[in-house]
């Protein structure tokens, strides 16, 4: 949940830099909204395309060595961008979010990678 919510921050800023307008929704199984309350809001916002993200894996390594502590943080991403009445994907990518000392460095590693990856692509 911190890392969802720092790289939702982060991500929406660095598409905001590039003019990029964007809202981020996050569906939890255990979430008073609906899918129906997400779908509405996204049909609200009306986006040229949707960007889905879902976790696939998840990590934590703590490990003590003669150079001190180290905390690795971590997990792998499927991300799909979509157009909105379509459930196919246009650009389908996996990220991998890892980051030494916490989750501060794996955000800005992986929106960095995903911004990076995107450009690449000319999607932004």
Known sequence: E???YSFKTAFLH???ARGITSDYYVMDELA???DKDINEKISKFNPQVLMVMTQTEAERYNSN???????????VFDIKIMLPESDKPVWRASLEA???NGIDVA???SVKKLIDQL???KLI
């Open 2 to 4: 911190e890392f969802s």
């Open 14 to 16: 660095a598409l905001s």
């Open 32 to 34: 008073l909204e609906s």
């Open 65 to 75: 060595n003669f150079g001190g502590s180290s905390n690795i943080s971590g997990g």
């Open 98 to 100: 890892y980051g030494d």
């Open 107 to 109: 955000v800005k590693k």
């Open 119 to 121: 450009t690449i692509d």
